[in-house]
C-alpha cells in the first residue's frame, strides 16, 4: 500500500488538507529569493482606484498608460485615453473601446454557510465552441478542502459579456439541493456531436466521495449531476483531481467520445471513465497496464491528470510524476492504455504560502501538435524561483522536445499557475495565461501569445489593475489559494483567459472572484 499519498484534497472531518508545494531544505518563504518584476508591457503612469462606496461615476485615464480598479458596485463609465491601458471592471460598467484590456468579474460568491470562507471564488476552468464560453469555478472555499458550490458564467459573445449562477444538485447550497457537503476541481468541456457541455465535479461526504457530471445544452441551464463513479471514504480519501475532456475531432472515428480521469487510490493509479452519450452515462474505471500514477501518488503531489485529444481520436494523459512530467496514452477510445511515457523532468522551487505546484496544462492543435506546459525551476542558477516550460509532441505524444522557457517576463520573477490553449482555427497560434509572485508576496496575472507554435511569443501582457497580496486571498492548510491551475481557451479568434483577482477585504470578508476578458491578439 501507499501511505504517504497526499491528494490535494481532504475530506472532512479527517485530517485536513495536506500542502500543495514541496518543501524543500533550507528553502521556504524566508528564504525564496524573488525580485521586482520589470513590467515587459507598458507600466502604468496611474492608478486610478474608485471608492468601494462610490456611487456611479465616469472614470477618466489620463494621457499615458492607466491601471483602472472600477470594481465599487456602481455602474461606472470608463474612459481610457491614450497609452496601453488595463481595466478591472464589473459587468455593468461601461468600458470606451479606447481601453486595451479589460477584465471583468464574471461572478461573485454569494453564500454565507459556516464552512467556508466568504467571499471566495477559486481553481477556474473554461472551455469554448465558437463564440461560446463557459467559465467554471469553486464558490466559498472551504479551508481544510472543497468549497460550498461549483459556479458557472457564459458569454456567448467571445468573452466580452457573461451570465452566470451555480450548478443544481451538487451541495446544500446548490438549487436545488444535492447530496454532498462539499464539492471541488472543476472541469469543463464540450461534446460537439452531441451537442453538451459536461462539467465533472469531485463531491466529497463523510462516508463517501463521487465524481459527477452536470450537463447543459447550452451553458446556461444545468441538468442535477450524473454520478461517474462512488466511492467509499475510509480515512483517506479515495478520489481526487478529475479532468473531463471530449473528442470532438472531424475525422476522429471516436468522435463523440468523453472522458474524464482521476487520482483512484481505490487502484493506485489513475482511472478513465468513458462516455458516448454527451456524459448521461458512464463506462467503468480503466488504469494503464502498469498503474501509471502509482509514483505520482506517493509524495507531495496529486498527479494532476489532465487528458487532451488529437485529431485522430488519441487520448494523451499528462500527469505530475514526483520528479518528472509523463502521460499515459489511448489509441482506441479509452478501452485500454499505454505504460507511462516520459514528457520531461519536474522540479517546483518552493512557492512561501502560495498553493502552488507543477500540475501540468495541456491543449492539442488541429495539426497534431500537443502542448504541455507547467512551473519548474530546473533553468534558475539556484532553483528558488519558477518559469513556465514548454514540451511539445508531433508524434501522438511519444516523443517530446526538452523543456524550454515561456518568456514570460525577466528571469528574475517567479512564475506560477499556467493556464494553456491553443487556437482550433490555427494551430500555430498559442496563447498562455499564468500569475508572478513579487518578493511581499503579492500577485499579478499575465498573458503572452504565440502566433508560430510556441517559437516565440508576444511580450506579457498585464491583465488586472491592482495588485493584491496573498492576505486577501482564501486560506488553506496548502497556502493562500487562487487555484491549483487556471484556464484560457479560444472563441471565435479570441482569447479568453479565466483567473482570479482580490481586492482588499471589507471587515472579516474577502472579496476573491474570478474574472475574465476577451482579446483580439
Not at 476541481?185 to 462539467?199: E, G, K, M, N, Q
Request: glycine share 10%.
Amino acid at each position: 500500500m501507499f501511505p504517504s499519498r497526499t491528494p490535494f484534497f481532504a475530506v472532512t472531518p479527517g485530517p485536513p488538507e495536506r500542502a500543495s508545494r514541496r518543501a524543500k531544505p533550507g528553502s521556504g518563504a524566508g528564504s525564496r529569493r524573488l525580485h521586482v518584476v520589470a513590467v515587459a508591457v507598458v507600466v502604468a503612469a496611474a492608478l486610478l482606484v474608485a471608492s468601494p462606496a462610490a456611487s456611479a461615476a465616469t472614470i477618466r485615464g489620463s494621457k499615458r498608460a492607466d491601471r483602472i480598479q472600477a470594481v465599487n458596485g456602481a455602474r461606472d463609465r470608463v474612459l481610457c485615453g491614450r497609452g496601453s491601458d488595463v481595466v478591472t471592471a464589473e459587468p455593468i460598467d461601461r468600458v470606451a473601446g479606447d481601453c486595451e484590456v479589460v477584465s471583468r468579474r464574471v461572478s461573485s460568491d454569494p453564500y454565507r454557510n459556516r464552512e467556508s470562507q466568504h467571499q471566495t471564488e477559486v481553481e477556474p476552468d473554461n472551455a469554448a465552441a465558437g463564440s461560446t464560453v463557459v467559465d467554471v469555478f469553486q464558490v466559498g472555499r472551504i479551508f481544510g478542502g472543497g468549497a460550498a458550490n461549483i459556479g458557472f458564467s457564459t458569454s456567448v459573445d467571445a468573452g466580452r459579456t457573461w451570465r452566470g449562477g451555480f450548478l443544481p444538485g451538487l451541495t446544500p447550497n446548490s438549487r436545488p439541493a444535492g447530496d454532498f457537503p462539499i464539492v471541488s476541481d472543476p472541469s469543463i468541456a464540450y461534446d460537439a456531436l452531441h451537442r453538451t457541455w459536461l462539467v465533472a465535479t469531485l463531491a466529497v461526504a463523510g462516508d463517501r466521495s463521487a465524481v459527477l457530471v452536470s450537463r447543459s445544452s447550452n451553458g446556461l441551464t444545468w441538468a442535477r449531476p450524473v454520478v461517474a463513479t462512488l466511492a467509499p471514504t475510509l480515512g483517506p480519501l479515495l478520489l481526487d483531481k478529475q479532468w473531463i475532456v471530449c473528442d470532438n475531432g472531424a475525422s476522429s472515428q471516436f468522435r463523440g467520445r468523453c472522458y474524464v480521469s482521476y487520482s483512484d487510490f481505490r487502484t493506485e493509479e489513475i482511472s478513465t471513465q468513458v462516455s458516448t452519450d454527451g456524459g448521461a452515462t458512464w463506462g467503468g474505471p480503466v488504469g494503464p497496464p502498469d498503474a501509471a500514477g502509482r509514483r505520482s501518488i506517493v509524495g507531495s503531489f496529486a498527479p494532476g491528470v489532465q487528458p487532451v485529444v488529437e485529431p485522430d481520436g488519441t487520448v494523451l494523459n499528462p500527469f505530475f510524476d514526483q520528479d518528472r512530467l509523463a502521460l499515459v496514452r489511448s489509441t482506441d477510445g479509452g478501452a485500454t492504455w499505454s505504460a507511462a511515457i516520459p514528457i520531461g523532468p519536474a522540479r517546483p522551487a518552493p512557492s512561501g504560502d502560495l498553493r502552488a505546484g507543477p500540475l501540468p496544462v495541456a491543449d492539442v492543435g488541429t495539426d497534431g501538435t500537443a502542448y504541455v506546459a507547467w512551473s519548474d525551476c530546473r533553468l534558475r542558477p539556484t532553483c528558488t524561483e519558477n518559469d513556465i516550460v514548454l514540451s511539445t509532441s508531433r508524434d501522438g505524444g511519444l516523443t517530446w522536445t526538452p523543456p524550454r522557457r515561456i518568456p514570460t517576463g525577466p528571469r528574475s520573477t517567479d512564475y506560477e499557475l499556467p493556464g494553456l490553449a491553443v487556437d482550433p482555427a490555427n494551430p500555430q497560434r498559442v496563447a498562455l495565461v499564468c500569475y508572478t509572485l513579487s518578493p511581499t508576496d503579492r500577485l499579478d496575472v499575465w498573458l503572452v501569445a504565440s502566433s508560430d507554435g510556441g517559437a516565440t511569443w508576444t511580450p506579457p501582457r498585464r491583465l488586472n489593475a491592482v495588485s493584491f497580496p496573498l492576505v486577501w486571498i482564501a486560506a488553506t492548510s496548502g497556502g493562500r489559494m487562487v487555484g491549483d491551475y487556471m484556464s484560457a481557451t479560444f472563441a471565435a479568434g479570441r482569447i479568453v483567459p479565466v483567473f482570479v483577482l482580490a481586492l482588499k477585504p471589507r471587515g472579516t470578508s474577502l472579496r476573491e472572484a474570478a474574472y475574465s476578458t476577451s482579446l483580439a491578439r
